[in-house]
């Protein structure tokens, strides 16, 4: 009976597990995840997760639907940079106030008449509101922590309504902490933060983070029917070996990112309805392309 039952034993062989696939997705869930828990979360009534949620599209990217006019982006300049932008005016310098956090590398990462004064107030007052007690989950530390690297207008909508300003602040990009401050009349209205993990194995030279989508989406409410024209943004992680990236959204000619101490920012105007998440590309220094998001699995390419 032994022998027998030890035969049986042999015979079976279970099938090997789909290893692949679910590496994948583990990846995908840990770029997407928050960083942020408890009291932190409960500040985000006006962006809440449910309306800037990224749905599935791991299809190819189809044609989109919209054609932005030529925008005003974030100029170019070379990552890790500390002195003033390229081709920018000196003022846009490294280094912050006292007490406060550091400016962004050139002058075209603060846009639509936001000076940095008015930035670094949002951030300021953002922080104080919304933050959780020192030490805890929730706590998001002080305004001198962070870098600015994006501000733009932001245009309310049916989950969020009142237009304002959006911005957007990181820590080192070792850390990938980046926070979002929603502004309206001079007074903070929310914030939406997160974590890029740039140490997940398999990641590329070029990480966007899912959660971030509130800079270039409007509720999916309104879907469809978003306000226009719309003032639109994105961030992300590069690393050194990255000397360009671009960020195409709808059918308008790509945007040439800032590249600011590992981090990218780009921002552009949409003129029509879209149905495809911003396109990103990376290039090395001899103008190999190293990235595409559209190779990129980890990234959701269709918006809710």
Known sequence: MRELLAEDAYTIRPSSAPYPAIRRRGL???????????????TLAAVPVGAYAVAGGNGGRGADTAAPKPSVSAPHSPAGSTGGSTGGSPSA???????????PATDGQLLDGITFAQAADGLKKCLAAEGGPPGSAADLGEAEDYRIILAIKSTGDSNAPGDGIYVTAVKERS????????????????????????????????????NGGQLYQQSFMDKGRWKLPFRWGMIGTVEASVA?????????????????????AAAGMLNQQVTLAPHIKGYDGSGKLVYDSDEDETYQRTLP
């Open 244 to 264: 360009k990236v671009t960020v195409s959204y709808g059918d308008g000619g790509p945007v040439t990112a800032a590249l600011d101490h590992g981090w990218f």
């Open 93 to 103: 310098t490294s280094t912050g106030t006292a007490g406060g956090p550091a400016q």
């Open 28 to 42: 995908a869930e840990r770029r997407r995840r928050v960083a942020l828990t408890g009291a932190a979360l409960m």
């Open 175 to 210: 850390a990938g902490r980046w926070v979002v401050c929603s502004i309206k009349d001079g007074v903070a209205s929310g914030i939406s933060a997160g974590t890029i993990d740039t140490g997940v194995p398999g990641t590329g030279p070029v990480v966007v983070d899912g």
